[in-house]
């Protein structure tokens, strides 16, 4: 039998071919480039092999930086997930009250992020804003322009605010695909009320979770706007993420080689941990 | 341990789905169910199980009153069409989970638990998941998460509909030897007549609700109450015709004639349903007085090694049910012969007056 080649097949892969080079491979290839230049101007540039890399292995700043995104990140996991698993276990099922309620988590999803921080920096405010005003009551000087603590509650404040509902909201969708018949069963089994959860819930859960944590890690591990409304990364640098130092590098100060250094070892950064995550939790169904 | 279901109705949202239904089933009987899709069967057994509570009506457990008692507080186990288990439980663990909750030994819940996992054929698999088993492995595990606590009632709704032919005729007669030996009450629904024809014990009919007819389920194939029963017990649906007897011979439709036979000679004279099953009539004389038809073909359904042959004459349709695969084109003539002494006879309201003799049924 003689191979029989077909090169049209070419033209059908190529739009797919075409469309990733544009969106993901140059890019991402410019910054490769940036990264082992030192650029002048568009003219003048030197081949500085890994001596980027190397600064930016031992910038404490940007290690400062990256603890704090950690911190940061598995702190609002810790939060929002299980927050998100207990809203949609909360939220009912049917009637009226279903799509109410729907209606009134998602609502945090459709504003903004700089309307998110925005509306946290009037509403932190002791003069003008309603928390402010309220913990000022309270006798507890909250004042997240000076203090890194309280800086550092508004924004996780914020964030848990503005994405427990996405959690919810996935959460809801996995438990309405289980159906009735598991209740029915455990009902008959006189299962309890924790062992409907742990046995039937949680279990039926995990693809959603596995999203939820994704999206929600990969998300937070971005965060900018949010922190850069408030206090523009302070007091201090006690809220500058990895991404505003990024921006401060590659903007602020014009450093193109070292900030796209920083890019890739972030970009690498991000993957590795979502690849440890996903990888863990798919383990983790498959022992039980 | 008898339940008796005392008047029981249940009205949702104005709708009734079950009425007035009084039914007693004994100790140690197995019992099924029979009736089409919405005939009310799961509705029933939630009710039996105290998962619903009835609008109407009572249930009694060995005489006392159970009908507001939850179902965690009765002794009753289910097994669904779909094959429920914890998805991340080990089959050994799925069993022994109600057993746990019932805080028995450790020595104790082992021995039942491979006890029960023998019975069914599933002792193999007890360290693994049930999403990795096939399905009728699943749905034995549910059975044997069912039969592993002493239930008081036992309720199986359509459990074997999702499974393979074969895989259902082997489960089902298990089942039935399974339940010889126990003091339980078990409560089986199916659409299949002849599903029910292969369970035995007894079999209740329901229809919209109603419970047509209870009792052994030989009787209650073979004597029919009234003209639904007959359909809702027979696949293909029994074939009625009209007729008309007077003091000589009998009359269909005002074309077929036959003579009077010994069988049909105490009906009085007058109008007449004429009840015939599929099965019954053939495409060869069975007995001398066999009535022939001449018929044209509407359609040869050919179901596996049966076929189901759909006929008519210029006043009425029949159904046959014939064994083996019959190739027939659509309008060709054919003869049929009609067994007169395997007529069922209803007055005209439906009502059962006679059943052909001879045919089991006690």
């Keep these: 039998m003689t191979k029989v080649e077909n090169n049209k097949a070419w033209w059908l892969v190529l739009p797919v071919f075409l469309i990733v080079a544009f969106s993901a491979i140059i890019p991402l290839m410019t910054v490769v480039n940036y990264s082992v230049q030192d650029i002048f101007d568009p003219y ?48 009912p099922t049917k009637g009226r009250g279903a799509s109410l309620s729907l209606i009134l988590v998602a609502i945090p999803l459709l504003i903004p992020w700089n309307v998110v921080g925005t509306i946290w920096q009037i509403f932190g405010r002791a003069d003008i804003g309603l928390f402010g005003a309220m913990m000022a009551k309270l006798g507890i000087n909250y004042n997240y322009a000076s203090e890194p603590l309280h800086a550092w509650l508004t924004v996780v404040l914020m964030d848990v605010w503005h994405w427990t509902p996405l959690v919810a909201l996935l ?47 990969m998300d937070s591990f971005m965060i900018y706007t ?14 500058t993420f990895l991404s505003q130092s990024l921006v401060q590098q590659a903007i602020g100060q014009f450093d193109l080689g070292p900030a796209a250094a920083f890019s890739l070892v972030y970009f690498l950064i991000i993957l590795l941990v979502c690849w440890v995550f996903y990888t863990t939790i798919m383990h983790m169904q498959k022992d039980k | 341990m008898s339940l008796t279901l005392k008047n029981v109705s249940r009205v949702v949202d104005g709708e009734t789905w079950i009425d007035d239904v009084n039914l007693t089933l004994e100790p140690g009987s197995f019992n099924v169910l029979l009736g089409r899709t919405l005939s009310g ?6 009710l039996m199980a105290g998962l619903d509570r009835p609008t109407k009506g009572q249930i009694m457990m060995n005489g006392v009153d159970v009908t507001g008692v939850p179902v965690r507080e009765r002794n009753i186990s289910m097994v669904y069409q779909q094959f429920i288990n914890y ?82 005729e082997e489960l089902r007669q298990e089942l039935r030897a399974l339940f010889k030996a126990r003091n339980c009450i078990a409560v089986y629904a199916t659409t299949e007549p002849n599903e029910a024809l292969a369970l035995g014990g007894n079999t209740a009919v329901l229809h919209e609700g109603k419970l047509l007819q209870f009792g052994p389920t030989a009787e209650v194939y073979h004597r029919p109450k009234d003209i639904i029963t007959a359909e809702m017990f027979s696949e293909p649906p029994i074939n009625v015709v009209p007729g008309r007897v007077s003091e000589t011979e009998v009359t269909f439709d005002e074309s077929v004639h036959f003579q009077l036979n010994s069988d049909l000679r105490p009906l009085k004279p007058g109008n007449y349903q004429f009840g015939v099953r599929a099965s019954h009539i053939g495409l060869v004389p069975h007995a001398d007085d066999d009535l022939e038809l001449p018929v044209r073909v509407d359609l040869a359904e050919i179901s596996g090694s049966e076929t189901f042959l759909h006929v ?18 659509v309008d060709q003539q054919i003869k049929v012969y009609f067994p007169t002494h395997k007529l069922y006879a209803f007055d005209e309201g439906g009502q059962l007056v006679h059943a052909p003799a001879g045919l089991g049924g006690r």
């Design chain 1, 44 to 91: 003048t540039r030197y081949f500085v092999g890994t001596e980027w890399f190397k600064q930016v292995m031992t910038d404490s700043r940007l290690h400062d930086a990256l603890l704090r995104q950690f911190l940061f990140s598995f702190t609002i996991l810790l939060i929002e997930i299980p927050l998100g698993i207990a809203v949609a276990l909360m939220m």
């Design chain 1, 171 to 217: 959460c809801y969708s996995g438990l309405r695909a289980i159906p009735e018949v598991y209740y029915q069963a455990a009902r008959i089994d006189k299962a309890s009320r924790w062992a409907v959860f742990r046995y039937i819930q949680l279990p039926k859960l995990t693809n959603v979770l596995i999203i939820g944590v994704l999206l929600r890690f």
């Design chain 1, 226 to 239: 949010e922190p850069f409304v408030l206090t523009g990364g302070g007091p201090g640098t006690s809220t």
């Design chain 2, 41 to 46: 069967k799961t509705t029933l057994m939630r």
């Design chain 2, 87 to 168: 998805p991340n439980m080990t089959v050994y663990d799925n069993i022994a989970s109600p057993l746990r909750l019932a805080k028995m030994s450790h020595a104790e819940i082992d021995r039942r638990v491979r006890e029960t996992a023998e019975m069914l054929r599933i002792d193999i698999f007890l360290d693994r998941l049930p999403l990795q088993l096939s399905g009728g492995q699943q749905q034995r595990t549910a059975m044997a998460r069912a039969l592993v606590k002493d239930s008081q009632i036992i309720l199986f709704d359509e459990p074997l509909v999702n499974l393979d032919y074969k895989l259902r």
């Design chain 2, 312 to 329: 008519h004459n210029p006043h009425f349709d029949l159904v046959l049910h014939l064994s083996g695969v019959h190739e027939y084109h």
